[in-house]
Every structure is written in structure tokens, then in C-alpha cells.
């Protein structure tokens, strides 16, 4: 599986920004695509992810209420809607997979086996 994520800049504190991560390869059986950040001097999180067989969710508590995460199966490309962005939300932006993914680790960086390229997002105060 690879993954072609975009989609980032830079964004004044309460914008919005949409990124967007393209995956190739097989997307069947317990496939999930998600988002995990790293920003500078700070422990990195899933920041949202979504499995493909049902639509479960994961978002991390920074995100709740300000995420939107969504796929489109046909184009198996995953969106994450990111609202009422602020400074705390700098990072680069990695889009991530794993096709082996169970719900109680849709949460956890080990679990996902694919990585893109990461994207940054930058959020002035």
C-alpha cells in the first residue's frame, strides 16, 4: 500500500484546512487509513482514523468536535476536515494504513504498518 497524502499550508488560527491521503494497493478485509502528527518537542498521536468495513472512528481527545474524518471508498482516499484550527495544531501530518487494523488499536501508532509522506500544517496565532 503507498500513500500520496496533501493538502497542508499554513492557516490563520481559527481556519480551516482539508487534508487529503490517496492510498494505492489493496483496501479490503480490516483495512483502516488514518493520521498521525508529530510536532516538535511534543509526543506524536493518531489524530483521527477510520475503518473501511463499517466507518468505525477513532479521534484523539484534541480532536473531538474540531475533526472531521471521512473516506471515500471508491477513490480509496481518506479526508480529514480540521476546523477551529489553533497554534497547538502544528505538526507535519503523516497519513497512515494498515489492512490487518482491529478497533481497540485504531488509536496506537504501532499498528499501522504504512506511511506516507508526512505534510505540514502550520497554524499562526
Known amino acids: 500500500v503507498q500513500l500520496q497524502a496533501s493538502g497542508g499550508g499554513l492557516v490563520q488560527a481559527g481556519g480551516s484546512l482539508r487534508l487529503s491521503c490517496a492510498a494505492s494497493g489493496r483496501t479490503d478485509g480490516s483495512y483502516a487509513m488514518g493520521w498521525f502528527r508529530q510536532a516538535p518537542g511534543k509526543e506524536g498521536e493518531i489524530v483521527a482514523a477510520i475503518r473501511w468495513r463499517g466507518g468505525s472512528t477513532h479521534y484523539a481527545d484534541s480532536a473531538k468536535g474540531r475533526f472531521t474524518i471521512s473516506r471515500d471508498s471508491a477513490k480509496k482516499t481518506v479526508y480529514l476536515q480540521m476546523n477551529n484550527l489553533g497554534p497547538e495544531d502544528t505538526a507535519v501530518y503523516y497519513c497512515?494504513?494498515?489492512?490487518?487494523?482491529?478497533?481497540?488499536?485504531?488509536?496506537?501508532?504501532?499498528?499501522?504498518?504504512?506511511w506516507g509522506q508526512g505534510t505540514l500544517v502550520t497554524v499562526s496565532s
Open positions: 497512515v494504513a494498515d489492512n490487518t487494523m482491529i478497533l481497540s488499536s485504531m488509536g496506537t501508532r504501532p499498528a499501522y504498518k504504512y
